[in-house]
């Protein structure tokens, strides 16, 4: 997890391309992160580029700590050879001796089922590009599906054996990186996944 701003930010807080992170990172792939408050949203005038959920980046700082206490929204831990899904952040405390901590929703597979059954209804089942992060076993998969709902996501992710999926943004925040931009740049973002060769 790399992120634009080095502590909780409420405002202005800064963003980057997704190819920025890749490159000063040294990564050789990344997907765009968290759900956030883009600048161009009226609605995010006064928190402009800032994210409320909890966040651990790769210099071991949590982000938005206090206000996630007791969050029901899920995560995904991120461990040298390894990767944990929770369906709550509050299941996770705030150790440091792991690579990241990504909070996010709608966890959308867990245990090899669909747990997320949405609404496909025009307000919230609008068809888009759906980033996420995923798993089978010790191995963790970045990806976009193209034109779909969140729910018809989840049941993509389950016919794909994923075992377990977390949506990240979407919209005009979908970023994927792969030896170049394999979809987006997108807009700018505060946070980014990336995979770095150690």
């Known amino acids: 997890m790399d992120t634009a701003s080095d502590s909780d930010c409420a405002n202005n807080c800064p963003v980057l391309p997704l190819g920025t992170y890749v490159s000063r990172s ?23 580029n800032s994210f ?32 944990r899904f929770v369906s709550a952040a509050s299941q996770w405390g705030r150790d440091t001796g792991v690579d990241g901590v990504l909070s996010n929703y709608p966890l959308l597979v867990s245990g090899g089922n669909v747990v997320f059954g949405g609404n496909d209804d025009p307000k919230q089942g609008s068809k888009g590009n759906r980033s996420f992060v995923a798993n089978k076993g010790n191995t963790v998969y970045i990806g976009v599906v193209h034109s779909a709902t969140v729910s018809e996501s989840a049941r993509i992710l389950k016919a794909l054996s994923m075992e377990n999926g977390l949506n990240l943004d ?9 030896g170049g931009y394999k979809v987006g740049p997108g807009r700018d973002l505060p946070n980014a996944i990336l995979f770095v060769r150690r």
């Open 26 to 48: 040294g990564a050789f792939a990344g997907i765009n992160g968290s759900y956030f408050c883009p600048a161009s949203y009226p609605s995010c005038v006064g928190k402009t």
């Open 52 to 83: 409320d959920l909890l966040l651990m980046n790769k210099n071991k700082t949590y982000f938005n700590s206090a206000n996630n206490v007791y969050s029901g929204n899920p995560a995904v831990i991120f461990s040298p050879g390894s990767i």
């Open 170 to 178: 979407n919209g005009g925040s979908t970023a994927l990186w792969s």
